[in-house]
């Protein structure tokens, strides 16, 4: 069965540092996602993507942030200057033709 | 705008006993409504989603969900829980349309006892 898979699973990194974290949507999916679940709250939206641009993004997704799609199978969120608060579980999430989305199992971003 | 409010952080049910997870939302549409469950140290996993149709849907696990327009809500249930069915379960709510993002509810960890 297709999945989204995601890494690396866990990233650390110190403040100010630039991290990439990579994801690869399932093939024929067209509607790309990311959303952050920091410990112990709910599951945030950050940005959605089709067509190779932005669709929405969450007020979270400031300059900071920005996502690619580089090639025609992966899909990264880069965060330029982590900051402590940055610390989460990263999903990537993708749809096709239908509301239904399905998750990969995470990368867990640790800022120092 | 949209919001959902799940009533219980946590839920305990003894097993073989029924699961009643309450998920109330909020919408200026008519919504898609989804339940994902989350197992320790992984992904969101898709139990069942309400689109349109049917008001109750039945999902993966012997899990199944009734939307009530009238009263905002997309409860989810089970008659009889298992021990593998300990998880946290998250509502979610999106727009009728392709692409839409998901505002989920803080979601509910369900304990099963033996």
């Known amino acids: 069965e297709p999945e989204v898979t995601q890494t690396p699973s866990h990233q650390v990194t110190q403040m100010g540092q630039e991290v990439i974290l990579r994801c690869v949507p399932i093939?024929?999916?067209?509607?790309f996602y990311w959303y952050r679940q920091i410990l112990g709250q709910k599951v945030e939206f950050l940005v959605s993507f089709y067509n190779n641009e932005i669709s929405e993004k969450s007020e979270i997704f400031d300059d900071q942030f920005s996502v690619e799609r580089p090639d025609g199978s992966n899909f990264t969120l880069k965060i330029r200057s982590t900051k402590l608060e940055d610390s989460a579980m990263y999903f990537c999430?993708?749809?096709?033709?239908?509301?239904?989305?399905?998750f990969g199992p995470g990368t867990r971003l640790t800022v120092t | 705008a949209q919001s959902v409010t799940q009533l219980g952080s946590h839920v305990s049910v003894s097993e073989g006993a029924l699961v009643l997870l309450r998920c109330n939302y909020s919408s200026s549409v008519p919504p898609y409504l989804f339940w994902y469950v989350q197992y320790p140290n992984q992904g969101l996993q898709l139990l069942l989603k309400y689109t349109t149709g049917a008001t109750l849907v039945k999902g993966i696990n012997g899990f199944e969900a009734e939307f009530k327009k009238s009263e905002t809500s997309f409860h989810l249930t089970k008659p009889s829980a298992h021990m593998s069915d300990a998880a946290e379960y998250f509502c979610?709510?999106?727009?009728?349309?392709?692409?839409?993002?998901?505002?989920f509810g803080q979601g509910t960890e369900l304990s099963v006892k033996p």
């Open positions: 999430a993708s749809s096709g033709g239908t509301s239904e989305q399905y």
């Open positions: 093939s024929n999916h067209l509607y």
């Open positions: 979610a709510v999106s727009k009728n349309n392709q692409g839409g993002k998901l505002i």
